[in-house]
């Protein structure tokens, strides 16, 4: 049973390609991000939503557009592909509660741009 | 054995020591801690969080360390074993009442290497 899972695993596809990550969390929770990490195993944040609404976006590139169809879903899409978008996209779920905001991830998808 | 983050990426530890990954963080209104481990292909896993009210917090072989005053986080991890072989990354948020809540900032990550 995953908690948080994540489609395709690995993406290998052209430049100029527009192409779509899937996420899904059974958790309940109310929060999803996408976080992309680096060759340099960097990881940092690009979206957040909360009960379908966008509340997190750190200066990304429009040509990436996250879509929240329910809470239990964000997917990532992404038009004309470029080189340096090559990562690893991580999708991540929460519940805020006063103890915190404990984030799980699930198991990333690995995209390759040629 | 130590490590000191960006400096020391990668800790080697022999199998049923005690390790120790140290993680200076940059917000002094950081208010809530994580520390996440990564296996080789997979996602970052919790191990363990502390607010900033706290200074230490202990988990299952894992204790959390937090001095705010000089910004440094630690965990430690008793008798470590060949499965702690991993990616350990520290990660900061703001207090709820600011912007940077929700927004994990992440370390650089320190490898662990456990060897028999």
């Known amino acids: 049973d995953t908690a948080v899972s994540q489609t395709p695993k690995y993406l290998v596809t052209q430049m100029g390609n527009d192409k779509s990550i899937k996420c899904e969390q059974n958790l309940g929770h109310d929060t999803m991000y996408w976080y992309k990490q680096d060759s340099k195993k960097f990881l940092k944040i690009m979206f957040s939503y909360n009960n379908k609404e966008l509340i997190i976006n750190e200066t990304v590139p429009n040509r990436f557009s996250p879509k929240s169809p329910d809470k239990a879903h964000l997917n990532l899409h992404i038009n004309s592909l470029e080189l340096g978008d090559s990562a690893v996209y991580f999708c991540a779920s929460s519940q805020v509660t006063q103890g915190g905001d404990t984030q799980y991830f699930g198991p990333g998808t690995r995209l390759t741009v040629l | 054995g130590e490590s000191v983050g960006l400096h020391l990426p990668t800790l080697s530890v022999q199998e049923g020591d005690n390790s120790i990954i140290n993680c200076a963080y940059s917000?002094?209104?950081?208010?809530?801690f994580i520390w996440y481990k990564q296996e080789s292909g997979k996602g970052p896993q919790f191990i363990i969080d502390i607010r900033s009210n706290m200074d230490k917090r202990q988990g299952q072989r894992v204790t959390v360390l937090l001095n705010k005053t000089v910004k440094h986080l630690s965990l430690q991890i008793a008798a470590t074993q060949p499965g702690d072989s991993a990616v350990y990354f520290c990660?900061?948020?703001?207090?709820?009442?600011?912007?940077?809540?929700?927004?994990?900032?992440f370390g650089a990550g320190t490898q662990v290497v456990v060897t028999p």
């Open positions: 917000n002094s209104a950081s208010d809530y």
């Open positions: 990660a900061e948020m703001g207090a709820m009442t600011t912007d940077s809540w929700g927004k994990l900032q």
